[in-house]
């Protein structure tokens, strides 16, 4: 008897001791992680949401990206007559094909993958999903390329003569530099925002689309669930 | 010549009935099933399991329609499968629908899983006579964890590809064959295209059949003993004349109709997820895998999908100073059979056992043992039916301590699951290690405790209250 006493006394003490070094454990491991969150590289700047899903401002977006970026970048998942997403009609679609394409081809870039990783050090990545593959806890990846693409310094130890805040060490020259230097920094960051929601279109096409299904079906969701639980209540009333 | 069949029913059904047991089948596993009517809210998550499981498979098979699983390059030099997987997602319609429902559905399948688990590890649902019923749904648990691996490689990003390769290489720690074993199980020497097809292989079809099969045995098992409930007590043990447990009602209508309402309240959330937050911030769709699978580019920190962490965690507690301590566990082991009333030559040749045992320990490497303990932290579970040895089932009846020492159990799981998401770091560490003994050990020494302390008395019917 006095064993199992003790056995007792002592398992109870022992469940209560390691509850509170659960407690501490994840007292210090919130505290850690959220100063390693905030150490991170670079904060980022916030894309003005209103560009977002604002088709005017994905549509010059669309513009800077076809004469500044498909140099070097495909956005190889989308087809040009996709741009009928964000309002552009045929001929306006047709207006920005580079020679020999068609509406129905992939937006793929001309440059040779072998000749840019000679020219750039590394073949220039697709940017289909850059606005998603960017994403961490310091904000959402169209932030980071907003932050990212307004960011460029100078610098002559660079082979290009550029280096970047946002990605010290980037192979690519600050491409947007004869357009920073010709606007005001205001209608830049403009300009920079409008290509950022653009590229936040071509990552995942369909959002818009999602929120719109998404309200209806919760809407019938939230029906079907009262109807389900009135018809539960009408059964279970005969249980005793 | 077996004797001529009698059926009640007549017409189509009658005969349907003299050729198979339709109508007896519905009787058993339907209309003419007792549950007992104290079910509570975690008794939804079983029905809910089977819904996601139809939803992976539903969704699985149009995804097949347009997936290929091709890691050549295509023209602009993204891989064909990665290339595919955004095919679906903007090409093929409500393709990114079936998608999002898809990966969605493999998260949902987890929270509904460990739920589901988790209901039987309080009430008891493992004890006898229902042993059979928890090594099924153990083997459905390990074989899901499979599944998801295999399928996670298929969208070939970064995450897929890195994560299946970190895998792949624990299969090299195995002592003496590891290497050769590592080439095999790839089919290459790195993660590459045989791996690709032979991971898509086992993800449609030969794990999904395993699945199904169990689940089924997992089922008739159920049916056959009976379910628990949150009393522990045993319906069948109070039958009126016609021989219904008393606390028994049939399956259908009644706990068809409740099982809709958890199936609704399911979809809400799900739904919610599917339409407006996929990613679920990185945690359902990680970031990294939105860049296509590059085998010259190792990503800076490669975490699992959340589901795995804390079996990740364990992986990774297990460094040359986790070895001390399973040696230290080998020599308790040892004094403990040293000291019990076994005959004499049993004790020698057990201690013997151990002490080679506990010399490998150290001799291995101990990212060896780090599969090991990744493996065995869930092989304990099928053990548990025989490790608990509580005079109860329900954790309603059990000592106030015992339920801290559950609640401490899911506090550490959580946070063993919160560092496996972390980069590895010195506090992290230093916790793993001590949350992997505690886990273990609040298992392995369950025939020492949980028969311990002051139990509550159980009542001779369930508890329950009229809605």
Sequence with gaps: MKTLILSKVVMRSAAYSIFFVCAVAAIGIATVSSAMAASGPVALDSVPQAKLSDKAAMQNGAKTFMSYCLGCHGVSAMRYSRLSDIGMNEEQIKALLPEGKKTGDYIRTSISRNDAKEWFGAAPPDLSLTARARSSHSGTGTDWVYTFLRTYVEDPSRPTGWNNKTYPGVGMPHVLWEMQKTKSPAEFDSAVGDLAAFLNYVAEPAQFTRKTFGIVVLAFLAVFFVIAWRLNKAYWKKIR | ?467
Excluded at chain 2, 62 to 74: G, I, Q
Excluded at chain 2, 164 to 170: D, E, G, R, S
Aim: charged share 10%; aromatic share 18%; hydrophobic share 55%.
């Design chain 2, 1 to 467: 010549m077996a004797a001529e069949k009698t059926v009640t029913t007549t017409g189509l059904l009658g005969w349907i009935d003299n050729r198979f047991p339709l109508t007896k089948m519905y009787k058993e596993h339907l209309s003419e099933y007792y549950a007992p009517k104290n079910f509570n809210l975690w008794y939804f998550f079983g029905s809910l399991a089977m819904v996601v499981l139809a939803l992976q498979i539903i969704t699985g098979i149009f995804l097949t329609m347009h997936y290929k699983p091709d890691a050549s390059l295509n023209a602009a030099g993204i891989p064909v499968a990665f290339a595919s997987v955004e095919y679906i997602m903007r090409e093929v319609p409500f393709g990114w629908l079936i998608r999002y429902m898809h990966s969605t559905g493999a998260s949902a399948f987890f929270v509904i899983v460990y739920l589901h688990m988790w209901r039987g590890m309080m009430y008891g649902s493992y004890r006898a006579p229902r042993e059979l019923i928890w090594i099924f749904g153990c083997t459905i648990f390990l074989m899901l964890m499979a599944e998801a691996f295999f399928g996670y490689l298929l969208p070939w990003g970064q995450m897929s590809y890195w994560g299946a390769q970190v895998i792949v290489n624990l299969f090299a720690a195995v002592p003496l064959i590891g290497p050769d074993l590592a080439v095999w199980v790839r089919g290459d020497f790195v993660v590459g295209d045989a791996t690709l097809n032979r991971f898509f292989a086992f993800h449609v079809i030969a794990i999904p059949l395993v699945l199904v099969g169990l689940v089924a045995a997992h089922i008739i098992a159920l049916h056959e003993v009976g379910s628990n409930n949150p009393d522990g007590v045993e319906i069948k043990k109070n039958k009126n004349a016609d021989g219904i447990p008393l606390d028994g009602i049939p399956f259908h209508p009644y706990y068809t109709v409740h099982d809709i309402v958890g199936i609704a309240g399911f979809l809400i959330v799900f739904c919610a997820v599917v339409f407006f937050a996929p990613e679920l911030g990185g945690y359902f769709l990680e970031f990294n895998n939105f860049i296509p699978a590059d085998p010259l580019v190792t990503p800076p920190h490669i975490a699992p999908v959340w589901y795995f962490t804390p079996f990740y965690s364990m992986l990774r507690a297990v460094t040359d100073l986790f070895t001390w301590v399973m040696v230290g566990a080998a020599a308790l082991g040892a004094l403990a059979l040293l000291r019990s009333n076994w005959p004499m030559v049993i004790r020698a040749a057990g201690v013997a056992a151990i002490v080679v045992l506990a010399i490998t320990f150290r001799v291995f490497d101990a990212k060896f043992w780090g599969v090991v303990i990744m493996g065995g932290a869930v092989i304990i579970l099928f053990f548990l039916p025989w490790l608990d040895v509580s005079p109860v089932k329900s954790i309603r009846y059990r000592p106030t301590w015992q339920k801290v020492l559950y609640a401490v159990f899911v506090v550490n799981f959580f946070i063993l699951g919160y560092l496996g998401v972390l980069p590895p770091s010195p506090i992290g560490q230093a916790y793993s290690l001590a949350g992997t003994v505690f886990y273990f050990g609040f298992f392995a020494l369950m025939p020492l405790w949980t028969n311990k302390g002051q139990f509550k008395p159980v009542p001779d019917r369930v508890t329950f209250k009229p809605h």
